[in-house]
């Protein structure tokens, strides 16, 4: 089945500065890249996804990069707020479920 | 609200207890699934249910039982559960199982086993 690495686990970045999120996958079957922002107490919500056919998606602050070659992904936050701050899961596809990283715990600091 | 409705939002329940934790989608979503979060691990896809069946089942204990009786409902019924079940459950639903259109989380289901 898929296999998704997730990296870094914690990242602390000071607001107005940029945050990056790398994840890896396996199966070069995937197709389809969303992720997720988890507040305390909340279920992870989907604030951007990707898929195969295109390299790159953007979101006012929020941006994604796919390379399909080196099957890595990437999330990019420009002008972090505090508000911020929450737990972040990049996901790929399988035939009938998403794969899930093991999360990011990004905390901008006022 | 995201549209996935699960209550209770916090359970804390007995090793021989048995109690149940829903779900509730009404956002036309054919598919829905239960996902286990614990502390620093991906979180784990326990079942899948395509329109009222059971697609998936990733080898989980039977004391766990999911029930799907129709599109819009789903539960999960515990017994006899360890400590280490202790967890946030969610649920999501999605268009359909092709796993190439978005989950709707629900906001979970605190579980402490004691």
């Known amino acids: 089945g898929e296999n998704v690495e997730q990296h870094p686990s914690t990242l602390s970045v000071q607001e107005g500065d940029s945050a990056v999120i790398k994840c890896t996958y396996s199966d070069s079957a995937s197709n389809y890249f969303p992720w997720y922002k988890q507040e305390l107490g909340k279920g992870p919500q989907l604030i951007i996804d990707i898929r195969s056919n295109v390299g790159e998606k953007k979101d006012q602050r929020i941006a994604v990069t796919l390379n399909k070659t080196a099957k890595h992904f990437s999330l990019h936050i420009t002008e972090t707020q505090p508000e911020d701050s929450a737990v972040y899961f990049c996901?790929?596809?399988?035939?009938?479920?998403?794969?899930f990283g093991t999360g990011t715990r990004l905390t901008v600091i006022p | 609200e995201t549209g996935v409705t699960q209550t209770p939002r916090h359970l804390v329940m007995g090793m021989t207890n048995k109690k149940s934790l829903k779900c509730e989608q009404h956002?036309?979503?054919?598919?829905m699934y239960w996902y286990k979060q614990s502390a620093k691990k991906p979180l784990e896809l326990m079942f899948v249910?395509?329109?009222?069946?059971?697609?998936e089942n990733n080898s989980v204990p039977s004391r766990f039982s999911p029930e799907c009786p129709n599109s819009s409902h789903l539960f999960l019924h515990l017994h006899t559960l360890q400590p280490e079940d202790s967890a946030l459950y969610l649920c999501?639903?999605?268009?359909?199982?092709?796993?190439?259109?978005?989950?709707?989380f629900g906001s979970g289901t605190r579980l402490t086993v004691v």
């Open positions: 996901a790929a596809n399988g035939a009938n479920n998403l794969f």
């Open positions: 999501a639903s999605s268009l359909r199982t092709e796993a190439n259109y978005g989950y709707t």
């Open positions: 956002l036309g979503h054919n598919a």
């Open positions: 249910y395509s329109l009222e069946e059971r697609v």
